[in-house]
C-alpha cells in the first residue's frame, strides 16, 4: 500500500515571504501522480498543482511550485509572496494507475500578517 | 461551470433516522466519489462511481448506501447511524475513471449524529 507523509503538522510564515512543505510518499510503483490541495478554514477543498511522474519538469502554478524528487520520493510544495488568504490546510496526495487517492495527513499553514 | 454542488451543508440525525446525502456537478464527469474527513484528518475514500457504476467500495459498512442514478448526480443514503460518523462528508468528481485525472471537491454536508 503507498503511504504519504507530511512531516510538518503546523508551520507558519509571514506574508510576502516564502515557505516549502514537506511531502513524501512510498510506492513501488513507476507510474503515478501527485497532487497538492489546499482546504481553507470551513471552505471547500481545491487543487494547487498536479504532476505527473513520468515528467521530468517541476510543476508551476503562478505563485505555487512543487520540487519533485522522483529517487527521493519526494513531492515538496513552494508558496513564494506567501498571501493571507494562503492560509489553510494543505493536503499532498499520491494517485496510482487504480485511480486510488492517498492523502497525507496534512500540514496547517498559516500566513501571519 | 467547475462546481460540484452537495446539499444539504449541515444534517442533524439521530440514530434511527433515514436521510440522504446529495451530489449534484454538470461538468460532464464521468467519476464520482464518496469521502468522509473527520476534524484535522485528511479524507478517507469510501466509495467511487465510474460510468455510473460502483467501482470501489471501500469496505464500509451497510448503514452507507451510495447510489448513482445518472452521470450527474451521486447520493448517499443512511440508515441506522452511530454517533463516530459524525464528519465531513466529501463527494469529488473527475472527467473519466481513469488514472491521473484531477478530482474536483464539493464544499461538504457536515454530518452530526446525535
Known amino acids: 500500500a503507498q503511504t504519504v507523509t507530511q512531516s510538518q503538522p503546523e508551520m507558519s510564515v509571514q506574508e510576502a515571504e516564502t515557505v516549502t512543505l514537506s511531502c513524501t510518499y512510498d510506492t513501488s510503483e513507476n507510474n503515478y501522480y501527485l497532487f497538492w490541495y489546499k482546504q481553507p478554514p470551513s471552505r471547500q477543498m481545491i487543487l494547487v498543482i498536479r504532476q505527473e511522474a513520468y515528467k521530468q519538469q517541476n510543476a508551476t502554478e503562478n505563485r505555487f511550485s512543487v520540487n519533485f524528487q522522483k529517487a527521493a520520493k519526494s513531492f515538496s510544495l513552494k508558496i513564494s509572496d506567501s498571501q493571507l488568504g494562503d492560509t489553510a490546510m494543505y493536503f499532498c496526495?499520491?494517485?496510482?494507475?487504480?485511480?486510488?487517492?492517498?492523502f497525507g495527513t496534512g500540514t496547517s499553514l498559516t500566513v501571519i500578517p | 461551470d467547475t462546481e460540484v454542488t452537495q446539499t444539504p451543508k449541515h444534517l442533524v440525525m439521530g440514530m434511527t433516522n433515514k436521510k440522504s446525502l446529495k451530489c449534484e456537478q454538470h461538468?460532464?464527469?464521468?467519476?464520482m466519489y464518496w469521502y468522509k474527513q473527520k476534524a484535522k484528518k485528511p479524507p478517507e475514500l469510501m466509495f467511487v462511481?465510474?460510468?455510473?457504476?460502483?467501482?470501489i467500495n471501500e469496505s464500509v459498512p451497510s448503514r452507507f448506501s451510495p447510489e448513482c442514478p445518472n452521470s450527474s448526480l451521486l447520493n448517499l443514503h443512511l440508515h441506522a447511524l452511530q454517533p463516530e460518523d459524525s464528519a465531513l462528508y466529501l463527494c469529488?468528481?473527475?472527467?473519466?475513471?481513469?488514472?491521473?485525472?484531477?478530482?474536483?471537491f464539493g464544499p461538504g454536508t457536515r454530518l452530526t449524529v446525535l
Open positions: 461538468m460532464g464527469h464521468r467519476a
Open positions: 496526495a499520491f494517485m496510482n494507475t487504480g485511480n486510488q487517492f492517498y
Open positions: 469529488a468528481s473527475s472527467p473519466y475513471g481513469a488514472p491521473g485525472y484531477t478530482q474536483y
Open positions: 462511481y465510474s460510468y455510473e457504476k460502483l467501482s
